[in-house]
């Protein structure tokens, strides 16, 4: 089946500095999401791409459908970025109900 | 706005004994609904889909159900636990062909 391979499962960073996380994709898909697990583990929304990139404030996403990969990039990293970051893609065969396929996660330490 | 609630926020249950989780989302109209489930260490998995009122699609086979009774209600539901049932149940709810949203979720532990 489709599979999603999130690296690296676990990032340490230094405030102020920066990094990013990637999601490769074993199949063509149609749109990936990027989250992060809040204190109770749902999801919080970050990122919705079908193409190209996205920014919002220190964090910005690219998606490359034909490459087979995602990124997050986060800049400037601040001590309440720390916790777990997922990428999600959904493949392009059934719009009606879309299949999110998950990535393992990324633990996110920042320390000061 | 958009409101998604998930019932109970969390249970604790024997081995054979029925479950029954509810989702319920407010403020949007026909949306796509979803159940996720994550085993404690586990991967995020999608378990079922509905795309309208009685009509629901199983993507994972867990010995579970899903059923949609109403267009803004979800429920998910078996007549007898395993101890491998256990783990973190979302909902999620979408619009045809746009992104996905989680409820708070649901922690079940099956002793």
């Known amino acids: 089946g489709d599979q999603v391979e999130q690296s690296p499962s676990a990032l340490s960073l230094h405030e102020g500095t920066g990094s990013a996380l990637r999601c490769n994709f074993t199949?063509?898909?149609?749109?990936v999401q990027w989250f992060r697990k809040n204190s109770r583990g749902s999801l919080i929304n970050l990122f919705y791409?079908?193409?190209g990139t996205k920014e919002n404030g220190r964090l910005k996403s690219a998606f490359d459908s034909k490459e087979r990969y995602s990124t997050l990039h986060i800049r400037d990293a601040q001590l309440e970025d720390s916790g777990t970051y997922f990428c999600?893609?959904?493949?392009?065969?059934?719009?009606?109900?879309?299949?999110?396929?998950f990535g393992g996660g990324t633990r996110l330490t920042v320390r000061p | 706005a958009q409101t998604i609630h998930q019932w109970p926020v969390a249970e604790i249950k024997a081995v054979g004994s029925p479950l029954s989780l509810g989702c319920t989302i407010k403020?949007?109209?026909?949306?796509?609904l979803y159940w996720y489930w994550q085993a404690t260490g586990g991967t995020l998995q999608q378990l079922f889909y509905?795309?309208?009122?009685?009509?629901v699609e199983s993507v994972v086979q867990l010995n579970l159900s899903a059923s949609r009774p109403k267009d803004d209600q979800f429920i998910l539901s078996t007549e007898k636990l395993l101890l491998s049932h256990s783990g973190f149940y979302l909902c999620?709810?979408?619009?045809?062909?746009?992104?996905?949203?989680f409820g708070p979720g649901t922690r079940l532990t099956v002793l």
């Open positions: 403020g949007k109209s026909s949306p796509n």
């Open positions: 999620a709810w979408s619009l045809v062909g746009y992104e996905q949203y």
């Open positions: 999600a893609a959904e493949a392009g065969n059934n719009n009606a109900g879309a299949k999110l396929t």
């Open positions: 791409l079908a193409s």
């Open positions: 199949t063509t898909m149609r749109a």
């Open positions: 509905s795309i309208t009122v009685g009509q």
